[in-house]
Each structure stands twice: as structure tokens, then as C-alpha cells.
């Protein structure tokens, strides 16, 4: 089953700037990685300096062997002295996608992302909600991609990601009242 590791950092003001060659670097990494997919930097619209990792894997054992490479690196190291708060490594199952993945968009494209939690033992009923969501909003002007699924250590939370081409598409899309957070990123 694809997993996507996402990576949250918060960095200084002065990084923010070289997140596309850190990005470039980290691939570099990557590729030797059997089963590795794909890699994308993106920040927080609200707050450039939250940055987040999407990194894209075949299966559990590629993402493992892809994390294990990537700490055994300068970057790795060089991350946590990079971070002014601890890192958040989340793990993700993905149990559906639609067209585009995150690494295959462009720059300046956004990413709308959710993580929701369901009641205990109803995590597949809210990723089967999820899944008719995205499927409606498919149809919207500047919809990308999407992809969902459960986190690897909390079966009962759903997360899922829209790829858009702007920050526009997203803001159409929104319903009039919203139960949970989403929160927006613009690629790097």
C-alpha cells in the first residue's frame, strides 16, 4: 500500500528562502531509494516559515528504508539544527488517490490538507465521507489532485490532501460552514 510520510518543520525567516535547493538536495537523497516516488516542499500560507515535507513511497518498507537513508545524512542532522521546534514525522496509509500527486504539480500550486478524527472504530466510515468529498470537488475549477488515507499509528484519524492550482480553486471550494481545520500550503 502507498505511504506518504509528511514532514513538518517550523524554520528561521532566513531558510525559508532555500527550501527549493533543500528540496533539490533531499531528492538527491531520495532517489537511491527503492520504491521512492516522490518529494515536495510546501509552506504554510499563513506562515511561511511552517514548511512541510511530502514525500511520497511504493510501500511501508521504501518509506522506512527512505527515512532511515535520509537520518543517516547531513540533512538529517542538519534539519533538527534547522528546526525551531520539533520536528512531526506523520505516516500515512494511502488508501486513494485522484490525478495529480504533490510532487507532480507545479510551483505556486497549493495544497489543502485535513486531519480528522472519527469516532473509535468509524476511521473507515469518515475515509469513505472523504472519498465522496473529493470525488464532488473533482469537478471544481483548479482542482489538481487528492489523495487519502489513515495514519499509520491512529487508525481512526483520516488525512487527506487537495491539490489546487491556486489558492483561489481552494477558497471556491470551501463550504459555508466547516467542521474541522484545513489548513493551506503553496508549493515551494
Do not use: H
Amino acid at each position: 500500500m502507498k505511504m506518504v510520510v509528511l514532514l513538518r518543520i517550523r524554520v528561521p525567516e532566513s531558510a525559508v528562502q532555500g527550501m527549493g535547493q533543500r528540496e533539490a538536495r533531499v531528492r538527491g537523497v531520495m532517489e537511491q531509494v527503492d520504491g521512492f516516488l516522490g518529494l515536495s516542499f510546501w509552506n504554510l500560507a499563513e506562515d511561511p516559515q511552517a514548511v512541510l515535507g511530502v514525500y511520497e513511497f511504493r510501500d511501508i518498507e521504501a518509506a522506512e528504508e527512505g527515512l532511515r537513508q535520509y537520518s543517516e545524512t547531513d540533512l538529517g542532522e542538519e534539519a533538527v539544527e534547522l528546526s525551531l521546534d520539533p520536528m512531526e514525522f506523520v505516516r500515512v496509509r494511502i488508501n486513494g488517490s485522484l490525478k495529480m500527486t504533490s510532487s507532480e504539480v507545479p510551483a505556486g500550486s497549493c495544497l489543502s490538507l485535513s486531519f480528522r478524527i472519527a469516532a473509535p472504530g468509524k476511521g473507515a466510515e469518515l475515509q469513505e465521507d472523504l472519498k465522496s468529498v473529493f470525488d464532488s470537488i473533482s469537478l471544481t475549477d483548479g482542482f489538481l489532485g487528492a489523495f487519502y488515507g489513515r495514519r499509520e499509528s491512529l487508525s481512526d484519524e483520516v488525512v487527506g490532501g487537495v491539490l489546487w492550482a491556486d489558492a483561489l480553486a481552494f477558497q471556491a471550494s470551501l463550504p459555508r460552514s466547516q467542521s474541522y481545520e484545513v489548513e493551506l500550503y503553496t508549493r515551494v
